[in-house]
């Protein structure tokens, strides 16, 4: 059984930075994809970033260019550093691990911009 922890949430103005967190505990195999997803009211759940193991990273179109996810394999961990923040950002973000053919999610971190 695997468990993801998230971490890094907050408020923020709006072009400020957040850094996200999420570790992972249990069995989880040696290939995986960790990353980030996040919802906001009454809007469908999206990916915002997705890291595997080897480090081939993937990103959401509306944050290429501000969000870098990152990895430490060592630690089963996985950051996102959120720049230049917009209002928009404003959404529970959910750290998932895919591995084996099994996914888990984190219980979720508020990340909230104000204009």
């Known amino acids: 059984q695997v468990q993801l922890v998230e971490s890094g949430g907050g408020l923020v103005q709006a072009g400020g930075s957040l850094r996200l967190s999420c570790a992972a505990s249990?069995?989880?195999?040696?290939?995986?994809?960790m990353g980030w997803y996040r919802q906001a009211p009454g809007k469908q759940r999206e990916m915002v970033a997705l890291?595997?193991?080897?480090?081939?990273?993937n990103y959401g179109d509306d944050v290429k260019g501000r969000f870098t996810i990152s990895r430490d394999n060592t630690k089963n961990t996985v950051h996102l550093q959120m720049n230049s923040l917009k209002p928009e950002d404003t959404a529970v973000y959910y750290c998932?691990?895919?591995?084996?053919?099994?996914?888990?999610w984190g219980q979720g971190t508020q990340a909230t911009v104000s204009s």
């Open positions: 890291i595997t193991s080897r480090g081939t990273a």
């Open positions: 249990g069995s989880i195999s040696t290939f995986n994809v």
């Open positions: 998932k691990l895919v591995a084996g053919g099994a996914f888990s």
